[in-house]
């Protein structure tokens, strides 16, 4: 075939469409070098729901930045041995390869660890599912997708309010998880300093390390002083002592936090239904809402399966890290990334809506909802705003 020579009025054309390709490129935008970090542990949560949360991270990612394959922006990096410190390593390795911005670590205590490592850097953390009260101390380095823990106790305690005007509350707590400390001592600080709730009577019993209570707290949650139970640990954590309830013929009120709503309430879902007594809890997806539509139909279609709340959870983080990602000024770096961020500072396309961030970092202002056990499932039964800001 002989060489065809190009008419040089027709050179403008194919620059011009040169460009357009590399427009629709996301590759020629950011490069081929890896940007963004994402890292896990299983010290806290198996390795399964953490790769749940990656799933749904890839899929907001990828819509936000239109990017079908991100293994050239992204670096995973998940420490998978069981180790405590598992979050300290998979953050220090990821550094130490040059990312702009840590994503992941979906659970306070690896976030936490996490952030130990980012703060002695200039790069970004960006957390999904980390209540801790803590991650709201670090400064505009640090966010998490999640509203604080603080404002969904103050919530939750002003829609209780709302059922019922005079209640007394015991707080079932794991004093050796930090988690579940930390949601312990925020109930009763806030219920001691606010005087909207100063007026509920509050105490707290402590599970042994194999999860139960001993004779005595039995003995004082049956004395018929106490209107509602807060169960501040996980589903897996609660399964011993929920026992120990049927086997006692304790039967009040439940109040949880958003773990019951996950995968791992499936383990605790059988002692749940043989209660009479309702069960409520905070939740951030409600499955088939308005706002989670584009969320639960394009995870089905890359995974075929439905998605969970975690996979909400890595949605909502991977969404925001996308769009940050592609507002940045160019070339990124993490100071460019950071400033994007709070230049945007409230993202749409979320699995509730709108997400907003304060410029002084820590947790996220969104939406919360409350929702029922009612026949093997969870309902939807209220929505609020964050009370304390």
């Known amino acids: 075939m002989p060489f065809k020579i190009i008419p040089a009025y027709s050179k403008p054309l194919v620059r011009l469409f040169c460009l357009v390709i590399g427009a629709l490129d996301p590759t020629h935008i950011y490069g081929s070098q890896t940007l963004i970090g994402y890292g896990s542990s ?4 198996p390795a399964k729901t953490q790769e749940i949360f990656y799933l749904g991270f890839e899929v907001g990612f990828s819509l936000a930045t239109n990017m079908p394959d991100i293994s050239s922006t992204i670096i995973s990096d998940n420490a998978w041995d069981g180790s405590p410190l598992g979050a300290s390593k998979s953050a220090r390795r990821l550094i130490e390869r040059g990312v702009i911005a840590v994503a992941g670590f979906p659970i306070s205590q690896d976030a936490l660890l996490a952030s130990q490592e980012i703060l002695k850097t200039k790069v970004m953390g960006i957390f999904a599912a980390a209540r801790h009260s803590d991650l709201s101390n670090f400064g505009p380095q640090i966010v998490s997708t999640v509203p604080s823990m603080q404002s969904d106790i103050a919530s939750m305690l002003e ?24 949601q ?36 004082k949650i049956k004395s018929g002083k ?14 011993s002592v929920l026992r120990q309830f049927e086997e006692q013929g304790i039967d009040l009120p439940i109040l949880a936090n958003a773990s019951w709503t996950t995968d791992d309430f499936e383990l605790i879902r059988r002692l749940l239904i043989k209660r009479r007594s309702p069960v409520f809890s905070t939740s951030l997806w409600i499955h088939g809402s308005k706002e989670g539509k584009v969320f639960e139909r394009e995870f089905k279609k890359r995974f075929g399966r439905e998605p969970s709340t975690e996979a909400a959870y890595g949605f909502d983080l991977g969404n925001i890290v996308g769009q940050t990602l592609r507002s940045a000024k160019q070339p990124v770096n993490s100071a460019h990334f950071m400033d994007a961020f709070y230049k945007i500072g409230c993202f749409q396309k979320n699995t509730t809506g709108t997400i907003c961030f304060r410029s002084s970092g820590g947790h996220a202002d969104r939406a919360l909802s409350f929702v029922q056990f009612e026949n093997g499932v969870f309902k939807l039964v209220g929505k609020s705003k964050p009370v304390l800001k």
Do not use: G, R
């Open 42 to 45: 299983d010290s806290v949560l």
């Open 159 to 182: 829609f209780i309010k709302n059922k019922k005007k005079n209640f007394s509350l015991l707080i079932v707590t794991n004093p050796y998880n930090v988690f579940c400390k930390n």
């Open 184 to 219: 312990e001592d925020l109930i009763i600080d806030t219920i001691k300093n606010n005087p909207h709730f100063a007026q509920i009577p509050v105490t707290s019993v402590s599970l042994s390390k194999d999860f139960k209570l001993n004779d005595e707290d039995l003995k």
């Open 226 to 239: 106490w209107n509602y139970l807060w169960m501040t640990p996980y589903p897996d954590m609660s399964i």
